[in-house]
């Protein structure tokens, strides 16, 4: 139905004259002197009102039909509002089962139950039905009005219930899309916090690479200072030795000319105390590795510079 408003009635009662009854009731003859009405309404001024059926009824003779009638109209999405079920039908199911069935295809439906025996008490019908808020009971033999405003009501509340249930859907469709929404600015202000979190974790690491990278150049610039004056240390030490080793090839060919063995075996003996073939085959090695240890000192303090982005070498190269 593209409409809300729904007058639509099912009858379901054995009784053919019940039915008669209802169409007097429920459905008066419709004035055919509209036009007339309407000429009479331009000439004085007069509101036309136009009489016509205040509602759709439909009849079944047994619960069987009914419940068909029922499952149709929800197929072709034009539901009942109400249906007027009659107590008592000796060849099918009674009211109650029949309502039950009713009830179980369309919850929405307004029932009222039309009896004059008192077959269940009414608290034995809700007990049973559970239908507190859609069910009403007509005692037979009912009164015109009474049928009148029953039909009136309950549509109305049909009415009433299914635009309560369109706006609460569509609140919960709000509902829904603002949580999404609510979501979504959660897990972006998340995101946000992360990468927040993050770049202060780059920063921090940043920090302590600069002060890594300070104290790098410090420790190259302590340690490039004694390298200096070691290395050059070194250097003049060779030298020096090497002038010492041409003194004693010098004092080693002069031996040959000393008469005293004496004097000859005391510096053979000094000689060997100290090894002093030994020391001049060894003190040039150990320059020779002290000045490599050096120079391995150098490259790492190169190094360090080149790290703290201190004197490093500006020129592109192929890497």
Request: charge should be negative.
């Amino acid at each position: 139905m593209n409409s809300l408003s729904n007058r639509r009635i099912l009858l379901i009662d054995d009784t053919p004259a019940i039915h008669d009854d209802f169409r007097k009731i429920l459905l008066p003859p419709v004035d055919d002197n509209s036009d007339l009405y309407l000429m009479e309404a331009a000439l004085f001024g007069q509101t036309a009102k136009i009489e016509i059926p205040l509602f759709e009824l439909d009849s079944a003779y047994q619960g069987q039909e009914g419940l068909a009638k029922v499952c149709q109209s929800l197929k072709d999405n034009r539901p009942y509002a109400l249906a007027f079920v009659d107590m008592r039908m000796p060849q099918g199911w009674d009211g109650v089962e029949t309502i039950e069935h009713l009830w179980e295809q369309d919850p929405r439906l307004q029932v009222v139950v039309c009896t004059a025996y008192a077959d269940y008490s009414w608290d034995e019908l809700l007990e049973r039905l559970h239908g507190h808020d859609r069910l009403l009971i007509l005692k037979k033999p009912f009164d015109n009005i009474e049928v009148h405003q029953l039909a009136n009501t309950l549509t109305a509340k049909w009415e009433m219930t299914e635009r309560a249930s369109v706006q609460m859907s569509k609140l919960e469709q709000l509902v829904e899309q603002r949580t999404h929404q609510f979501k979504q600015a959660s897990e972006a202000l998340q995101r946000e916090i992360d990468e927040r979190e993050q770049l202060e974790s780059q920063l921090v690491q940043s920090e302590k690479l600069a002060s890594l990278g300070q104290l790098a150049a410090g420790v190259a610039h302590e340690i490039n200072n004694p390298i200096g004056f070691i290395s050059s240390n070194l250097g003049t030490l060779e030298g020096y030795f090497s002038k010492l080793q041409d003194m004693l090839d010098a004092y080693q060919r002069s031996e040959e000319g000393i008469a005293s063995t004496e004097i000859l075996e005391h510096l053979k003996t000094m000689r060997e105390r100290v090894e002093l073939d030994f020391l001049r085959e060894d003190i040039p090695l150990l320059i020779k590795e002290s000045k490599e240890g050096i120079s391995r000192v150098g490259k790492i303090v190169k190094d360090l510079k080149d790290f703290s982005r201190v004197d490093s070498n500006q020129e592109w190269q192929w890497a």
